[in-house]
């Protein structure tokens, strides 16, 4: 127990990189955190205002969806004042306190200055510690606020330093939060509060569909064509495994002759 | 930039297993549609539909939906010996960034090596609907 104490101090301490990612992808990571912590029926339009921060659309604004969530937060406090000792209301309260920790914290990070933008990774940081902390008190082990909260916010945090590092990204890089693949992965542990609102948040997929269009170049040849398809299908599935999935199946291909097209090309 | 094509393959993918999380289509989908590089003009998708002259190549898209449906078949296969990832000490299951980053490097070299031999793309996704539907939507 001791050594998973230390193991959660560690990697708490690791969220501190945050302060290391660009601007966009710092919001971006405030947006899952969002996307985890709230139901979606409550984070959906949230969560799409802040993604959009994060893909560089400055017109989004987060306040029409703020309102909604302090009122909710205000009907949680109500009831956790109530005689009847309604604990879990107050710690949910908390924890959406959190989440508003976090919204408040992207007008900061948006922020030109350096200490603005620092104090706004601090606020994010904190907003995610409170979050975990309500699962820290409705589980029965110190550790499971990690499991749900902590260690995948970890891990969107080590994909975005990489992919910040790899594809050069600056504080001008808008980025697409769908990068991080889904907001959560299959767990063993039976928290069912906190195991419904990630379910919530993974919409299965179902009939959605993954569609290219490719335009051949006239000197290419049925073979290159056929390998063309093969080495795009294979790309599409190893990505697709690699973010969690279980590959990918066609549903159709079709193939056109004789037209003119607009190509596109290296800006 | 405008030049002639004389053909155009459209690949609809899905996911194997219908209870993935649709935001791993999505975030394939944004590997296929980098920042870095243009790809085409969406509204062109409409050409394909619309022009008198476009036929269909079925000897060709016979050929094409067996390479990749083979393809597909042999990665589930060896996937399903042992590519499928395990939950972490703790019960989670996540994946490595690093198998992220190797693969969405891969896409691009792929993606820019394609474009550079003189190929287009255009990249379309939906959580919600058909193609038929995707289509629709980007014509009106």
Excluded at chain 1, 213 to 233: C, G, H, K, M, N
């Amino acid at each position: 127990m001791q050594e998973t104490g230390r193991y959660i101090s560690e990697r708490a301490a690791d969220l501190r990189a945050l302060a290391e990612l660009p601007r966009f992808a710092q919001i971006a990571l405030a947006a899952r955190l969002c996307q985890r912590a709230l139901s979606r029926q409550r984070s959906l339009g949230l969560y799409e205002a802040i993604r959009q921060l994060a893909a560089g659309e400055r017109s989004s604004s987060l306040e029409p969806h703020l309102s909604d969530l302090r009122k909710y937060i205000a009907e949680l406090d109500e009831r956790g004042r109530e005689p009847n000792d309604d604990y879990p209301a107050m710690w949910r309260a908390d924890a959406l306190k959190g989440v508003l920790q976090c919204v408040d914290a992207v007008p900061m990070l948006l922020s030109d200055s350096k200490e603005r933008r620092s104090a706004g990774c601090d606020e994010v940081v904190q907003g995610a510690h409170r979050i975990a902390s309500e699962q820290n008190l409705t589980s029965t082990t110190m550790i499971t606020q990690h499991f749900w909260t902590i260690v995948p916010l970890l891990h969107d945090l080590d994909l975005l330093k990489l992919l910040a590092q790899s594809e050069q990204w600056d504080d001008l890089t808008p980025v697409d939060v769908d990068v991080l693949g889904a907001p959560f992965s299959v767990a063993t542990y039976d928290l069912k509060a906190w195991r419904d609102a990630y379910i919530e948040s993974n919409e299965p997929t179902g009939d959605s569909e993954l569609v290219i269009e490719i335009d051949v170049p006239e000197s290419a040849t049925d073979d290159d064509v056929l390998q063309t398809v093969r080495e795009f299908v294979e790309l599409a599935d190893g990505l697709h495994r690699a973010y969690g999935g279980t590959g990918l199946d066609v549903k159709t291909v079709e193939c056109f002759e004789n037209m003119n097209v607009l190509a596109g090309g290296p800006r | 930039m405008s030049r002639p094509s004389t053909r155009r393959v459209r690949i609809v993918l899905s996911g194997r297993d219908p209870k993935d999380p649709a935001a791993i289509l999505s975030a394939v989908r944004e590997a296929f549609n980098p920042k870095e590089i243009e790809i085409t003009h969406h509204s062109e998708v409409s050409a394909v539909d619309d022009h008198s002259r476009v036929v269909p190549d079925e000897e060709l898209e016979t050929k094409a939906t067996s390479e990749a449906k083979s393809a597909l078949d042999l990665l589930a296969e060896a996937a399903a010996q042992h590519n499928r990832l395990k939950p972490d000490q703790f019960g989670l299951v996540l994946s490595d960034p690093k198998a992220i980053l190797a693969q969405r490097q891969g896409v691009l070299t792929w993606i820019a090596q394609r474009l550079a031999a003189g190929y287009a793309f255009t990249v379309y996704w939906s959580s919600r609907g058909t193609v038929a539907e995707i289509l629709d939507r980007v014509k009106k």
